[in-house]
C-alpha cells in the first residue's frame, strides 16, 4: 500500500466518522486493533453497535468501492465484530454491519453512500 492509498483511506474514514457523527451516532472506536484485523469504525445507533467498513477510490477502474466488500470481507468483519463484542462485554446488544462508500469527485468533492446492514453475519 502506497502513502498516498493511505492517506485517501485515513481522508474517506475521517469523512465517515463526521457524517456519522452529523446523522446522530456516537463513534465509540476507530481502527479498533485484534489479532483478526481491524474494524474501521465502530459506532453506536441509539441501542445498536455498528461495525462500519468504509472504502474510498479516486476512480472505478477496479470497481465501486462497495465491490471491494467480498465475501471474505464480510467473514473477516464478522471475526472482528464478535471479538470486539466479546472484549468489550457488549453481547446483549444487537449489532448491525455498514458499509460507507466514497468516490472522491476531484480534492474538494466526493460522494458517500451509506449502506445501512448491508450484510448479515454469516451472508
Not at 466518522?17 to 479498533?32: C, D, F, H, K
Not at 467473514?75 to 446483549?92: C, F, N, S
Request: hydrophobic residues 45%.
Amino acid at each position: 500500500m502506497t502513502r498516498r492509498t493511505t492517506e485517501l483511506g485515513a481522508r474517506g474514514e475521517s469523512a465517515a466518522v463526521e457524517y456519522l457523527q452529523r446523522i446522530g451516532m456516537t463513534i465509540a472506536e476507530r481502527n479498533w486493533r485484534c489479532p483478526f484485523g481491524e474494524v474501521d469504525i465502530v459506532a453506536l445507533d441509539d441501542t445498536e453497535l455498528v461495525f462500519v467498513e468504509v472504502k474510498t477510490r479516486r476512480t472505478a477502474s477496479a470497481g465501486t468501492p462497495e465491490e471491494a466488500v467480498s465475501a471474505t470481507k464480510r467473514k473477516r468483519l464478522a471475526r472482528l465484530a464478535t471479538a470486539y463484542i466479546a472484549d468489550a462485554g457488549l453481547e446483549a446488544m444487537s449489532a448491525r454491519f455498514d458499509v460507507i462508500a466514497i468516490r472522491v469527485l476531484s480534492d474538494d468533492r466526493a460522494l458517500l453512500r451509506h449502506h445501512r446492514a448491508a450484510f448479515m453475519i454469516g451472508s
